[in-house]
């Protein structure tokens, strides 16, 4: 069945370090991709989408492409700041399946002042 | 606020009691997600509707579990005969028809006791 992989937690960095967390996926067609984020004791956000091959989603600093030769969707930020600290998800959804999410088990970053 | 919402937020429960949830997506959508998030994990998916119908039912979904969205709206989900394992968040999320993007509620805590 689809599934995802993502790189296990946590990360602790200093601020305005460079932050990648690695996310691959394992599916029969071409899902729509997203990151979402969880702030401490808040809701899941969506931080960003790419809904076909070579997109590249971005928002607040982050951004990941789609890249379906290497069916992999990682996260990226140049500089992070003490306000990135938080769980990143990342997750897959196939149109074929009712576009349903399928999680990662979630990076939990720390960014240290 | 035009958000997801989900009621009650939190809710305690002794072990072999029932308990209901309430999600209401934001109108537009005509669908409709549940999601069980459990600590340190990321969030699993349990059932869908398409309007009023539930189109899938994940194999989390024990019999013990129901959700209805009888009028395409706002939709519940029920837990009969609750066990110390069924403590979680549960998630509610709704998006635009054949639309990816999820928009997540805040989610009802369940402890049980």
């Known amino acids: 069945g689809d599934s995802v992989t993502q790189m296990e937690g946590p990360v602790t960095l200093s601020e305005e370090a460079f932050l990648t967390i690695n996310c691959t996926y394992t599916?029969?067609?071409?899902?729509?991709l997203f990151w979402y984020v969880q702030y401490p004791g808040e809701g899941l956000q969506l931080l960003l989408k790419?809904?076909?091959?070579?997109d590249k989603g971005s928002n607040k600093g982050f951004e990941a492409t789609y890249r379906k030769e290497t069916t992999s969707f990682h996260l990226e930020k140049g500089s992070v700041q003490v306000s990135d600290s938080a769980v990143y998800f990342c997750?897959?959804?196939?149109?074929?399946?009712?576009?349903?999410?399928?999680f990662g088990g979630g990076t939990r970053v720390l960014v240290k002042p | 606020d035009t958000g997801v919402s989900q009621d009650p937020r939190h809710k305690i429960t002794k072990r072999g009691q029932n308990v209901t949830f309430r999600c209401d997506p934001i109108?537009?959508?005509?669908?409709l997600y549940w999601y069980r998030q459990t600590l340190g994990q990321g969030p699993e998916f349990l059932t869908y509707?398409?309007?009023?119908?539930?189109?899938?039912k994940s194999r989390l979904l024990s019999d013990r579990f129901s959700a209805e969205r009888p009028k395409g709206s706002f939709s519940t989900l029920e837990i009969q005969r609750t066990e110390q394992g069924d403590s979680a968040m549960y998630l509610c999320?709704?998006?635009?028809?054949?639309?990816?993007?999820?928009?997540f509620g805040p989610g009802t805590r369940l402890t049980v006791l």
């Open positions: 599916a029969t067609g071409y899902p729509s």
């Open positions: 509707f398409q309007n009023e119908a539930q189109l899938e």
């Open positions: 790419a809904t076909k091959a070579d």
């Open positions: 109108s537009e959508h005509n669908r």
């Open positions: 999320a709704s998006s635009f028809p054949g639309r990816p993007k999820q928009f």
């Open positions: 997750a897959p959804a196939f149109k074929a399946a009712g576009n349903k999410l399928t």
